[in-house]
């Protein structure tokens, strides 16, 4: 019985907070989209090639995270991406930067926890920002 109020607790929650779906540039280690479809994510790679633009527009549309090294995305606004995650972590560092990334996972587990934010991951850990209004 007890198990049982347990799942339709986990269910209820699930359907009220949808889990976090990412979106990967080109620009982000191949290991991290491995390391979150093993935790049972929705990843998706950006079309190579694909424009900020483009990029910015499939985040929005699809409700998808972008995880990106760009730093042309910090200005970008609601509007025109749905969230962004900067890796300030060297991409040849994999396993500062899945530890990183697993811990910032256990602090937001919806995706309502990462909409119209800009959540920048460094080793020591992530700041958290609202998008901004307009872009800058």
Same mark, same amino acid.
């Given at each position: 019985m007890?198990?049982?109020l ?42 190579r ?35 962004? =995650?900067? *890796? @300030? &972590? ?5 396993? !500062? #930067? ?20 800009? =959540?920048? *991951? @460094? &080793? ?5 920002? !609202? #998008? ?5």
């Open positions: 007890q198990q049982a347990q799942e339709a607790e986990t269910m209820s929650f699930s359907r009220l907070h949808p889990a976090p779906k990412f979106l990967l540039d080109e620009n982000v280690h191949g290991r991290l989209g491995s390391f979150l479809k093993d935790k049972g994510f929705s990843v998706r790679p950006c079309a090639g694909a424009s900020d633009r483009q990029v910015s527009e499939q985040s929005k549309t699809e409700e998808l995270i972008l995880v990106t090294n760009d730093s042309d995305f910090e200005s970008v606004p609601p509007e025109k991406v749905f969230a962004v =995650i900067l *890796l @300030k &972590i060297p991409q040849n560092n994999v396993s !500062a #930067l899945l530890q990183a990334f697993g811990s910032l996972l256990e602090h937001k587990k919806s995706s309502e926890d990462y909409a119209s934010r800009l =959540i920048i *991951l @460094k &080793i020591d850990g992530a700041r958290t920002f !609202a #998008l901004p209004r307009k872009e800058v």
